[in-house]
């Protein structure tokens, strides 16, 4: 059980910079997503969390104790792989049994054919086989215990991985894309075993992916990392809804959320298209960005605040996502529609659209989020 | 069109197996043949298999002064030189033997050929493990780990895959001179240990291991050389089964070095120097035992090839890892 607490921590591969200034607290027991695209960082930082990469600048330390210069295999963490990097010749038994074999036999007990008559190794390798018995068992691997990786499948070898994770009830998890070689299903189905296997162990659990909907699912919170910095961290519902930056607001939620161009004329009052928004920006003037997630666009045709044409419908079963061109803006929008509109709604068609204006989120021309947008108290006649 | 070229295609290989396969065959018969089927040329691949008289045996047992004496009673009327003469016809009678047998008797026989198979073990086995236990951790670092110079390291590596041995044996021979190790296992195995063949093959076979997996073993609480020989000795099996072809065929074959190093001290003889037991002399050739001899040699490489075949094939296209 840990904390990981990360403080300025920096990272460069020669001349380029992969991690720039990381700061992150991570409870003891909370499950924290690493969610970027590729490229942001992530994989390096969590590399250097398990001492396999050495940081460049800053520290990291695991229950209040400084980790920098501490190998990898003394620092008690774990780590699943995205390859699930299982060792090919030994059997599933053995391969979960290797992380207790190096920390708890000596090297004579580890000696093949004789090392199990050394003084010791008997009852010893007694508890790791109890051990791997009951890692086995939480993850229901029973049955595989005898074959080697080669033949199991790719869900059941991600399990295996697991259980070489979990047998020696380490400090933290760090789980590096472990669901990413996993098709559609599984991977679904992973996501809640994981989320559960969490649950029940109480352990800290740091977890990488590019999967928005992974993070969203299974994480305490999220840090949204993009360029080697972390833009924010917080719960999946706040990162959702409360964005700090557009680049966030873009990453997560899918599909994406639109952004449109508003301006910010005299008094702060904002306008869309030319069309007075009922919102005051303060002291904000120029050009500014408005954003809205799919859900928040209904299809109106009374006094619709935006027009446009369907160019494409995805029919999902349950939801109805159109893609809707604003040929003055050159924009294409997304919106969420109800299914039951599908067959009123064509290719060509052309809709119009509105929203709730007090809901929609606003950032400025850099994309950070401009939280003072309030609104007007009486609605501004059409300019 | 295609059935031409199939043809030709077979043809082609036929005509390569042949080639490889008539001195083998050659061998293998001279070694059942007699000397004089072997002179001219005649008996098929098995020979006649008639009776032989081996002038060895008829020479080191001629009757002499004492035996004619001994042999008095056994022909009463008869005058010595007739005895002499019995008794020859009777030495020769008890040397006849069959031309197989006469070959591959000798070969054991003249020779201490078990004593030769017996050292060929012992070197091409111990250089086979020293090349392991150096290369492995090298190929490993210069694979696997960063540090500074590597590059250069590796580049000194496939310099060396370029100096022949022959251009650096007198140096090496004068050096193990001076230490004292001229007939002895140490010569014939000391120059062998660092194998930069093995270096370069292991090392690109490790450059195709994932980097997951090494990062898996440290954090599971393996330090580097625990890594080599618990990962990567195991993963690299197919790769090591390769390497062992080259390095027992090239070491169990191997006559120009044991030649310089061994000289004289026949108990130290590798396998080919047994063939010198039966170069031309005075007697003639012994061309029957010589490839008796041959025969013996080189058949643990080829059961051995047999038996593990697979593997082996396995481990030259290096495929056996996905």
């Avoid at chain 1, 933290?172 to 669901?179: G, Q, V």
């Avoid at chain 2, 000798?106 to 198979?117: D, G, Q, T, V």
Wanted: proline content about 6%; overall charge neutral; charged content about 20%.
């Amino acid at each position: 059980m840990a904390e990981v607490s990360i403080k300025g921590l920096h990272k460069a591969f020669g001349d380029v910079q992969i991690l720039k200034g990381i700061e992150l607290n991570i409870a003891d027991g909370e499950f924290v997503s690493l969610v970027g695209p590729s490229g942001c960082g992530k994989s390096t930082l969590l590399r250097i969390i398990a001492g396999l990469e050495e940081e460049s600048e800053g520290s990291i330390s695991i229950n209040n104790e400084p980790v920098s210069g501490i190998r990898a295999s003394d620092r008690n963490l774990s780590m699943v792989f995205q390859s699930y990097a299982l060792y090919p010749h030994l059997s599933v038994a053995e391969n979960i049994a290797v992380p207790l074999q190096m920390r708890n036999l000596n090297g004579w007990q580890r000696l093949p054919l004789v090392g199990r008559f050394m003084s010791g190794a008997k009852a010893r390798t007694q508890e790791i086989t109890a051990a791997v018995m009951e890692a086995a068992q939480t993850l229901e691997i029973e049955a595989l215990l005898k074959r080697k990786p080669g033949e199991l499948s790719g869900g059941q070898r991600q399990r295996v991985a697991l259980g070489r994770a979990l047998v020696r009830k380490p400090a933290a998890f760090l789980l590096d894309e472990p669901l990413s070689n996993l098709d559609a299903k599984l991977r679904v189905h992973t996501r809640t075993e994981i989320a559960e296997l969490h649950r029940k162990l109480g352990a800290t659990f740091i977890y990488v992916t590019h999967d928005q909907v992974e993070a969203m699912t299974m994480s305490d919170r999220i840090a949204v990392m993009m360029g080697g910095e972390i833009l924010q961290c917080a719960p999946p519902q706040i990162v959702y809804s409360d964005p700090n930056d557009l680049r966030v607001a873009e990453f997560i939620g899918s599909p994406k959320i639109n952004v449109l161009p508003v301006e910010a004329g005299d008094e702060g009052r904002l306008s869309l298209m030319g069309r007075s928004l009922p919102l005051l920006a303060g002291s904000l003037r120029g050009p500014l960005q408005m954003a809205l997630r799919p859900e928040m666009l209904t299809l109106s045709m009374v006094d619709p605040m935006l027009k446009g044409r369907v160019v494409h419908l995805e029919h999902l079963g349950s939801e109805l996502f159109a893609q809707i061109v604003i040929e003055d803006l050159g924009v294409r929008l997304v919106i969420r529609a109800d299914p039951a509109k599908y067959e009123a709604l064509k290719p060509d068609l052309h809709v119009g659209m509105n929203f709730d204006p007090n809901a929609a989120l606003f950032f400025d021309a850099n994309g950070k989020r401009i939280r003072q947008v309030v609104p007007a108290k009486q609605l501004a006649e059409a300019v | 069109m295609t059935r031409i070229g199939e043809f030709f295609k077979h043809a082609l290989l036929l005509l390569g197996a042949f080639i490889v396969i008539v001195p083998f065959y050659q061998m293998v018969s001279y070694s059942l043949k007699s000397p004089a089927e072997i002179e001219r040329g005649i008996g098929g691949f098995m020979g006649s298999q008639a009776l032989m008289i081996d002038e060895r045996c008829v020479g080191s047992n001629t009757p002499d002064r004492v035996d004619v004496e001994a042999a008095r009673t056994d022909y009463p009327s008869l005058s010595d030189s007739d005895i002499l003469g019995a008794l020859l016809e009777k030495v020769r009678e008890d040397c006849k033997v069959r031309p197989a047998i006469f070959n591959y008797r000798s070969a054991f026989k003249e020779a201490p050929l078990m004593r030769y198979l017996l050292n060929g073990l012992i070197v091409t086995g111990s250089i086979f493990l020293l090349q392991v236990i150096v290369a492995l951790p090298a190929a490993y670092a210069l694979s696997k780990l960063k540090f500074w110079g590597r590059e250069t390291v590796f580049g000194l590596v496939l310099f060396c895959l370029l100096i022949p041995v022959h251009a650096i044996a007198l140096p090496l021979y004068i050096g193990l001179a001076k230490l004292g190790l001229i007939n002895t296992y140490a010569a014939l195995i000391i120059p062998w240990t660092i194998s930069v063949f093995g270096i370069f093959l292991m090392r690109q076979f490790f450059m195709t291991v994932p980097d997951e997996l090494i990062d898996a073993a440290r954090m599971d609480g393996m330090g580097e050389l625990n890594i080599v020989w618990r990962v990567m000795l195991p993963t690299a099996v197919p790769a090591l089964m390769a390497f062992a072809i080259f390095s027992v065929v090239a070491h169990w074959n191997d006559y120009f070095w044991p030649r310089m190093v061994v000289t004289g001290d026949r108990s130290l003889f590798t396998p080919p120097l047994g063939l010198r037991e039966f170069k031309a002399d005075i007697d003639g050739s012994l061309y029957g035992p010589m490839m008796a001899t041959a025969t013996v040699i080189v058949t643990p490489l080829i059961v051995a090839f047999l038996l593990a075949q697979k593997k082996f094939i396995e481990g030259i296209t290096l495929s056996g890892m996905k």
